[in-house]
Protein backbone atom coordinates (compact mmCIF):
# COMPACT_ATOMS: atom_id res chain seq x y z
CA UNK A 1 0.00 0.00 0.00
CA UNK A 2 1.48 3.53 -0.78
CA UNK A 3 0.05 6.70 0.79
CA UNK A 4 1.22 10.18 1.34
CA UNK A 5 2.30 11.93 3.94
CA UNK A 6 4.17 15.11 4.65
CA UNK A 7 4.46 15.25 0.83
CA UNK A 8 6.33 12.47 0.40
CA UNK A 9 5.38 9.24 -0.70
CA UNK A 10 5.88 5.92 0.97
CA UNK A 11 5.36 2.08 0.91
CA UNK A 12 3.57 0.86 3.92
CA UNK A 13 4.74 -2.95 4.94
CA UNK A 14 3.24 -4.83 8.00
CA UNK A 15 6.10 -6.78 9.99
CA UNK A 16 5.75 -10.16 10.61
CA UNK A 17 4.32 -9.50 14.15
CA UNK A 18 1.91 -7.79 13.16
CA UNK A 19 1.91 -4.54 15.51
CA UNK A 20 5.09 -3.02 13.88
CA UNK A 21 4.79 -1.07 9.95
CA UNK A 22 7.58 0.02 7.48
CA UNK A 23 7.41 3.17 5.51
CA UNK A 24 9.66 3.02 3.02
CA UNK A 25 10.39 6.13 0.65
CA UNK A 26 9.23 5.68 -3.07
CA UNK A 27 12.13 8.12 -4.08
CA UNK A 28 14.77 6.61 -2.16
CA UNK A 29 14.18 3.03 -0.66
CA UNK A 30 17.32 2.65 1.29
CA UNK A 31 14.91 5.53 3.53
CA UNK A 32 13.11 3.65 5.68
CA UNK A 33 11.24 3.97 9.33
CA UNK A 34 9.50 1.26 11.34
CA UNK A 35 7.00 2.54 13.39
CA UNK A 36 4.42 0.91 15.93
CA UNK A 37 0.23 1.62 15.88
CA UNK A 38 0.92 4.46 18.18
CA UNK A 39 3.26 5.97 16.35
CA UNK A 40 1.33 5.50 13.38
CA UNK A 41 -2.11 6.92 15.00
CA UNK A 42 -0.30 9.72 16.04
CA UNK A 43 1.75 10.35 12.32
CA UNK A 44 -2.13 10.28 11.34
CA UNK A 45 -1.94 6.96 9.66
CA UNK A 46 -4.31 5.03 12.01
CA UNK A 47 -6.44 4.25 8.37
CA UNK A 48 -3.70 1.89 7.63
CA UNK A 49 -3.69 0.03 10.58
CA UNK A 50 -7.46 -0.69 10.28
CA UNK A 51 -7.00 -2.10 7.50
CA UNK A 52 -4.31 -4.32 8.10
CA UNK A 53 -5.63 -5.79 11.77
CA UNK A 54 -6.97 -9.27 11.02
CA UNK A 55 -8.85 -10.94 13.96
CA UNK A 56 -7.48 -14.32 14.68
CA UNK A 57 -10.59 -15.83 16.04
CA UNK A 58 -11.87 -15.53 12.92
CA UNK A 59 -8.87 -17.23 11.26
CA UNK A 60 -8.83 -19.89 13.75
CA UNK A 61 -12.06 -20.71 13.55
CA UNK A 62 -12.02 -20.94 9.46
CA UNK A 63 -9.08 -23.08 9.46
CA UNK A 64 -11.04 -25.88 11.86
CA UNK A 65 -13.74 -25.55 9.34
CA UNK A 66 -11.36 -26.54 6.91
CA UNK A 67 -9.57 -29.22 8.71
CA UNK A 68 -13.47 -30.76 9.95
CA UNK A 69 -14.54 -30.29 6.54
CA UNK A 70 -11.36 -32.27 5.59
CA UNK A 71 -11.63 -34.70 7.47
CA UNK A 72 -15.56 -35.31 6.42
CA UNK A 73 -14.87 -35.54 2.93
CA UNK A 74 -17.66 -32.81 2.79
CA UNK A 75 -16.38 -30.38 0.05
CA UNK A 76 -19.29 -27.66 -0.18
CA UNK A 77 -18.48 -27.21 3.76
CA UNK A 78 -14.64 -27.25 2.77
CA UNK A 79 -15.47 -24.42 -0.31
CA UNK A 80 -17.25 -22.30 2.30
CA UNK A 81 -14.64 -22.54 4.66
CA UNK A 82 -11.52 -21.63 2.50
CA UNK A 83 -14.28 -18.72 1.63
CA UNK A 84 -14.48 -17.50 5.30
CA UNK A 85 -10.22 -18.21 5.75
CA UNK A 86 -10.31 -15.49 2.68
CA UNK A 87 -12.41 -12.97 4.38
CA UNK A 88 -10.71 -13.42 7.67
CA UNK A 89 -7.43 -12.71 6.35
CA UNK A 90 -8.01 -10.39 3.68
CA UNK A 91 -6.78 -13.01 1.36
CA UNK A 92 -7.93 -12.20 -2.36
CA UNK A 93 -9.25 -15.34 -4.21
Do not use: C
Not at 26 to 39: G, I, W
Not at 78 to 84: G, I, L, P, Q
Amino acid sequence: MEITHNNHQYKVTPMANGSLWRLTSVDNPRESVVLNSDQMVIAGLGHVIDKSIVDLNKVRAAQNKIVIARFLGDALMWTKAVEEYRQATGAQS
